[in-house]
């Protein structure tokens, strides 16, 4: 650590302490999260579940990316270093005074959906979702805090209480740690409302009352579910007086049919019915973010092209080879292709071959 320069302290928690720092060398601002946790070598040092995560995930950009960690020996503590974001969602939901717009709440959404969906691919699921634990910088979102996460086929129990309880799933109330990646699902649902309305969906004070909170809104869930939940909790005496919900519409009045929906989507109480992040990612509400890194994956092959070879440049070639791509499905046998090309003093001329 004596390469950073501490400039101030930006965040607390139960767990770590996170401090402003500059690379002495390189000018970088960067922050360090420094565990109060006390590590008597290098070895317990090593197998911190945020660090071997971290180093066995592949770079995301909605994923807090992990510069370097640090092992102090004398003192037993151990601090890693992040790239710097300018505030959580918690801490914007916390000075606004008016809901963010729905247009952009929707692509705050579909980050973290991206960022969730990277780490289900890579068979880990994060477990504490909430705003503290999502970070943004400009219009960038990105996931920190992966102290919780779990493998997606490890084995069952888990911990029961992992998550912060306004964002834990019914399988994480009703059940003695038998639940799964669908739990990030609900915790995201939930921050999605929060980001709508500023307000948090369900406040509980305590555990009753956060399933009752759920209860209210989405209902009981059927004997069949609740027999199923009962095998797999130690409170074999679960019961609810059966009572019907009363949905998102009187709720969300001012959103979108489409948000709407995707909310539903997230918040349905049989983990098994949940929606998926891919599913969610492939629903038409976020078709125009779609296409969006469509067209940015497009540019950057284009980019890349450009920077490989001077043909590539010719903005002539170029807008010739995209209307190729447009015809191509249309075009019969002979096909088409370039053989070469080049420069005069009237323009540039292609040559094709049939074949």
């Known amino acids: ?96 005074k008016r809901p963010v717009p729905e247009a952009k709440v929707k692509n705050y959404l579909y980050q973290i959906l991206k960022g969730i969906a990277h780490l289900h691919n890579h068979g880990v699921f994060h477990r504490d979702i909430k705003p503290e634990n999502i970070l943004i910088k400009g219009e960038t979102i990105k996931i920190a805090d992966l102290g919780s996460v779990r493998g997606i086929y490890s084995r069952k129990p888990y911990t029961e209480y992992i998550s912060t309880r306004w964002y834990r799933s019914p399988e994480c109330l009703l059940t003695s740690g038998y639940y799964g990646p669908k739990m990030d699902v609900w915790a995201a649902g939930c921050v999605f409302y929060e980001l709508l309305t500023l307000k948090p969906l369900f406040p509980g004070s305590n555990e009753i009352d956060q399933i009752s909170k759920i209860h209210v809104v989405l209902g009981t869930p059927s004997q069949s579910l609740l027999s199923r939940l009962k095998r797999k909790s130690q409170h074999a005496d679960i019961n609810f007086p059966q009572k019907a919900g009363t949905g998102f519409g009187c709720l969300l009045q001012n959103i979108s049919e489409g948000g709407r929906e995707i909310l539903k989507m997230m918040l349905i109480y049989d983990p098994k019915l949940r929606s998926a992040t891919r599913r969610l990612l492939e629903n038409r509400y976020f078709n125009d973010l779609r296409e969006y890194d469509l067209l940015k994956q497009r540019l950057s092959i284009s980019q890349t092209f450009s920077s490989s070879t001077t043909e590539w440049r010719n903005p002539v070639l170029l807008s010739f080879m995209t209307s190729e791509r447009k015809r191509k499905q249309k075009l019969t046998l002979p096909t088409l292709f370039f053989h070469s090309s080049f420069s005069t003093n009237f323009g540039t001329k292609f040559y094709l071959l049939a074949i």
């Not at 320069?5 to 420094?34: H, M, P, Y």
């Not at 992040?82 to 801490?91: A, G, K, T």
């Open 1 to 96: 650590m004596l390469q950073y320069r501490i400039q101030c302290k930006i965040g607390e928690g139960s767990f770590s302490d996170v401090l402003r720092c500059q690379n002495r060398e390189t000018g970088q601002v960067v922050a360090a999260k420094r565990l109060k946790q006390f590590f008597p070598s290098t070895a317990e040092a090593e197998e911190i579940p945020e660090v071997i995560a971290m180093k066995k995930l592949p770079h995301h950009p909605n994923i807090l990316h992990l510069i370097e960690s640090h092992f102090e020996p004398l003192l037993g503590k151990v601090t890693l270093i992040f790239d710097i974001m300018d505030m959580s969602i918690y801490d914007m939901i916390k000075t606004r």
